[in-house]
């Protein structure tokens, strides 16, 4: 069954809702509003100019109870999937390198003297004598989430609360408290900016592969949402060609945004 649209309410014709998550939404310092989705945002607002639009920010604790909820929003930054009864989606609006492993390079080179291109995860978690740890409101591809939750009980796994969790993962990762984690090469690179380092690495996993992963906005899968999906669909392909954007893609991804008729 779809979500329901909320009796009594008024909403914006597009509700986006972001949350503090570098480099998909970014909230302040150096590279404030350049973020991969707030450029996005701020591209289809301005083909948008006829409707009402409403931009808000909340933890990603809150995220976590307005996805469960029926509300009517968009969120910006979500992965392209087939519809659910809760969201439906855009065409796609960007395409990520795949999740992989992130470590120092010291680590690396003591694990791994042969210096493989990919790395298994469950190999890794097999291994105790290292610790791997995630933002706890994260979750991953199944092939990744179930080898995680396999471990969840391992006291080598550590899932870390609080608001922009993945950067205080690779902060930990930094000052070698855990010694791994999951995530994109576009948040190393956030990252590797601010800290001012180049010591941590990115390698794919062995489980999941090389294959690219596309991005999509993800709206309340109800009659309102379904008109904001239309709404974006129709510019969508401009903006994927505006010279800002793809320059922002570049930066932040090494990718150029592709159209596509999905």
Same mark, same amino acid.
């Given at each position: 069954?779809?979500?329901?649209?909320?009796?009594?309410?008024?909403?914006?014709?597009?509700?986006?809702?972001? /949350?503090?998550?570098?480099?998909?939404?970014?909230?302040?310092?150096?590279?404030?509003?350049?973020?991969?989705?707030?450029?996005?945002?701020?591209?289809?607002?301005?083909?948008?100019?006829?409707?009402?639009?409403?931009?808000?920010?909340?933890?990603?604790?809150?995220?976590?109870?307005?996805?469960?909820?029926?509300?009517?929003?968009?969120?910006?930054?979500?992965?392209?999937?087939?519809?659910?009864?809760?969201?439906?989606?855009?065409?796609?609006?960007?395409?990520?390198?795949?999740?992989?492993?992130?470590?120092?390079?010291?680590?690396?080179?003591?694990?791994?003297?042969?210096?493989?291109?990919?790395?298994?995860?469950?190999? @890794?978690?097999?291994?105790?004598?290292?610790?791997?740890?995630?933002?706890?409101?994260?979750?991953?591809?199944?092939?990744?989430?179930?080898?995680?939750?396999?471990?969840?009980? /391992?006291?080598?796994?550590?899932?870390?609360?609080?608001?922009?969790?993945?950067?205080?993962?690779?902060?930990?990762?930094?000052?070698?408290?855990?010694?791994?984690?999951?995530?994109?090469?576009?948040? @190393?690179?956030?990252?590797?900016?601010?800290?001012?380092?180049?010591?941590?690495?990115?390698?794919?996993?062995?489980?999941?592969?090389?294959?690219?992963?596309?991005?999509?906005?993800?709206?309340?899968?109800?009659?309102?949402?379904?008109?904001?999906?239309?709404?974006?669909?129709?510019?969508?392909?401009?903006?994927?060609?505006?010279?800002?954007?793809?320059? /922002?893609?570049?930066?932040?991804?090494?990718?150029?945004?592709?159209?596509?008729?999905?």
């Amino acid at each position: 069954m779809r979500a329901q649209e909320p009796v009594g309410s008024v909403t914006p014709d597009i509700r986006w809702v972001k /949350n503090p998550s570098p480099p998909f939404h970014i909230l302040d310092g150096q590279h404030k509003g350049y973020g991969i989705c707030d450029v996005l945002v701020d591209k289809l607002n301005q083909r948008l100019g006829a409707l009402t639009i409403d931009v808000e920010v909340y933890p990603q604790s809150r995220i976590g109870k307005l996805v469960e909820g029926t509300e009517n929003l968009c969120f910006p930054c979500m992965i392209k999937r087939a519809d659910t009864d809760r969201f439906t989606y855009s065409n796609s609006t960007t395409v990520y390198p795949p999740l992989g492993i992130i470590m120092e390079q010291q680590q690396f080179n003591l694990l791994y003297p042969e210096q493989p291109d990919a790395l298994s995860l469950r190999q @890794l978690l097999n291994n105790q004598s290292v610790l791997f740890g995630y933002a706890a409101a994260r979750r991953f591809p199944d092939v990744l989430q179930s080898a995680i939750e396999s471990h969840g009980d /391992n006291s080598n796994v550590l899932a870390l609360p609080g608001v922009l969790g993945p950067l205080r993962v690779l902060q930990q990762i930094k000052y070698n408290r855990i010694q791994y984690t999951l995530d994109y090469p576009g948040v @190393l690179r956030y990252f590797a900016l601010i800290e001012e380092t180049e010591s941590l690495i990115y390698r794919p996993t062995t489980e999941y592969g090389t294959a690219p992963v596309y991005g999509a906005i993800g709206c309340t899968n109800n009659a309102w949402g379904q008109k904001a999906v239309k709404a974006i669909n129709s510019v969508l392909d401009d903006v994927l060609s505006d010279p800002e954007y793809v320059e /922002n893609q570049k930066f932040w991804l090494n990718s150029v945004p592709q159209k596509h008729t999905d």
